[in-house]
């Protein structure tokens, strides 16, 4: 079952906070392992986390890196695990062209219509922005960009925000950002 903010998260049970379902970074890594497309090996891994306790998976794969929300829907339903969606993206260079075009605004606007209208023109609402994240040697302009869209949306939502560093590089920043953007 896929669980958003609507459906609630009382009984989520044993939870993983960063999984990913469907991601595809081959083409700019220039290597196939880069994708997960053996839905059948990934519904059987998912059976035996089940048997093991684990309930609910927060897929972090978002916009621009592979999101398939009816494949994910479809190995939630199989494996009965549920799944908690994301919205965002990712970081340089995994990023889709509209982010470099778009303002902060417009990007934040995006992450708010995937939260509380769905995502994809399903019903399936995004309940975290993240994956989002920074390159090892600075925060690069783009990436600014997406965390201070992430921190409007996140104060317009209440929905949580995960984070990714590269090489565990540069997370106080990635603080100051926010610190910034949330206005407090």
Request: hydrophobic letters at 40%.
């Amino acid at each position: 079952m896929i669980l958003d903010n609507s459906t609630g998260f009382k009984d989520i049970g044993y939870t993983l906070i960063h999984e990913h379902l469907t991601i595809d970074l081959s083409r700019l890594k220039e290597d196939d392992d880069a994708k997960l497309d053996d839905v059948d090996s990934l519904i059987e891994d998912l059976k035996e986390l089940k048997k093991s306790g684990i309930d609910t998976i927060v897929d972090v794969t978002n916009i621009g890196i592979g999101r398939d929300i009816e494949r994910i829907k479809y190995i939630s339903d199989i494996s009965n695990i549920n799944v908690i969606l994301s919205t965002g993206f990712y970081k340089e260079p995994f990023l889709p062209e509209i982010v470099y075009k778009s303002s902060v605004k417009e990007l934040a606007d995006i992450f708010i219509d995937e939260i509380i209208n769905g995502i994809d023109g399903t019903n399936y609402k995004a309940s975290v922005i993240g994956e989002i994240g920074t390159s090892k040697e600075e925060i690069r302009e783009v990436e600014r960009k997406i965390f201070e869209a992430a921190a409007i949306a996140h104060n317009e939502t209440g929905v949580p925000i995960i984070t990714h560093t590269t090489l565990g590089l540069l997370g106080l920043e990635q603080i100051k950002i926010f610190k910034l953007g949330f206005g407090k």
